[in-house]
């Protein structure tokens, strides 16, 4: 058995990659499993670092020539999958892992999307290749071992499901959906028969919808990485789920927290209805992730991450404690910046835009401070607060970027769990890098959030997965909004439920 888990929201800049990492008793890497990297901008500040710690691991995992167990592909667009190979060109200081790592081994791969999607991905000696092609040669049983999806595939359908992804005694990763239906596309359609030339929102609905599970005891505590997953993604698994996740620890905020896309609006800016409103919420209500990642960055035009799209998410996150306060800030708060849509008092405040504010709610953004558009006054959210002065020392120095650790220990029913935020340029060298014991790492780590035993309700018992509604989910279009779906368990074994009630790119 694994003696602790490690999952990594990466600071990629604008991009997104996660990477979760299996222990054992002596501290050694048995697994690791990489889910999307790549990012379109601030790469070459966030991307150095982050190379190195993930060439560092996998040499860890495996040596000499380093070694990932499981990698999965969101999707095609660039900010998931570019600093995989990086480029030859001059403009792109970024080598890439695998050219990093030239001799590096992988053990499966699945991506989202169809094959052909991912040609002309990658430069070699000015030749495009496709990444698929690339992963595939690294691989002991390329046709085996590196795969997608048929329309419509999940690990949580009762008829066509797939199983899980990949696993361990442990953990294991399933699929909540792969290649929503899209235009009328029909559940099943083999990967194939996908559309040869996929618009941006069609691309982005074929996303993987990924949940990495770790089990202790009766008890399966999850995390939720859903890539650039859009509105019909969450219409198609309304469709088939309902209910309220269990045990999530983390949700990934879908496609870095957009507005335009999360809400499947014409832009950023239109109105939400009440109709795709209900859809995000009964979605978000599925993930219920007691923290909330943004994997985004101030460096666009795409106000990622909305703070009402965050809003609407944290409605179901951990309302009780913040998970991680910055200590040179106190008072259980800490920085996100984030695209504010809307004025937040509309009498004597209104700040729309990206803005570095402070929280007390569990929503942490990998760009975490910047000091160009800090508000001014100085705002807690929420409650709404505004400051007259920073309330903190002006003489301190924050991190402009942050990557978010979870360390699972598990205990005999259950985990505690340190959550912390580690600067971009201190990740190479942080404790994670270390061969610790489970007794060594109790020393080591303050453990700044406890998520065990202690908070578990005793008249809540574990409960299998119920069988799936008998009617097969039909195709959805992009903007049609499905009513909730009926009652039903995210996942099996999914243990203490965690709802919270509290709120809206």
Known sequence: ??????????????????????????????????????????????????????????????SPNGRIDAVFVSHKDGDHINMFFGSESGTDPLQGLLRLLPKMTIGLARYGGRYSWYTDTVTIDKKKENLITL???????????????????????????????????????????????????????????ISAKPNGDQANSKSLVLVVGVQSGEQLYTAIIGGDATFPTFQYINSFLSGTGQNVYMALLP??????????????????????????????????????IASADTGSNYGHPSLETSQLFLQYADTSKTWWSDPLVGNDR?????????????????????????TTQNLYSTRYYDSKVVSAPMIAYAPYTAFGKEPYNTKFSFAPG????????????????????????????????????????????????????TEVEPSVQTVALPPSP????????????????????????????????????
């Open 1 to 62: 058995m694994s003696s602790h888990f490690r999952l990594y929201s990466l600071d990629v800049g604008q991009g997104m990659s996660t990477l979760f990492v299996v222990y054992d008793a002596n501290g050694g890497i048995t697994a690791l499993a990489l889910f999307d990297l790549g990012s379109l901008g601030k790469r070459d500040v966030a991307g150095p670092s982050t190379l190195e710690f993930l060439k560092n691991m996998a040499l860890q995992r495996e």
């Open 135 to 193: 992963i595939k040669a690294r691989t002991a049983d390329p046709d085996l071992n590196v795969k997608g999806f048929p329309v419509g595939a999940s690990s949580l359908r009762t008829t066509d499901g797939v199983g899980p992804l990949w696993s361990g005694p442990d953990y294991n990763v399933f699929l909540v959906a792969a290649n929503t239906p899209y235009n009328g596309e029909a559940v099943g359609t083999p990967e194939d028969q």
């Open 255 to 292: 496609h870095h927290g957009s507005r335009k896309t999360t809400f499947g609006l014409p832009s950023k800016t239109k109105e939400i209805s009440e109709q795709a409103r209900t859809v995000v919420e009964t979605y978000a209500r599925l993930m219920s992730g007691k923290t909330l």
């Open 334 to 358: 800490h920085f996100t910046t984030a695209y504010i849509d809307y004025a937040l008092d509309t009498a004597s405040y209104n700040q729309i835009g990206m803005k570095t504010i402070l």
């Open 402 to 453: 942050m990557n978010w650790i979870y360390t699972l220990l598990p205990q005999f029913n259950g985990f505690l769990i340190d959550f912390r935020g580690v600067s971009s340029n201190r990740l190479p060298s942080d404790k994670s890098l270390e061969v610790l014991t489970p007794e060594q790492l109790l020393e080591s780590f303050t453990f700044i959030h406890r998520y065990g035993l």
């Open 470 to 505: 008998s009617v097969e989910p039909q195709p959805v279009s992009a903007g049609k909004a499905r009513a909730p779906a009926r009652i039903q368990r995210l996942a099996p074994r999914l243990g203490v439920p965690g709802p919270q009630t509290g709120g809206r790119r």
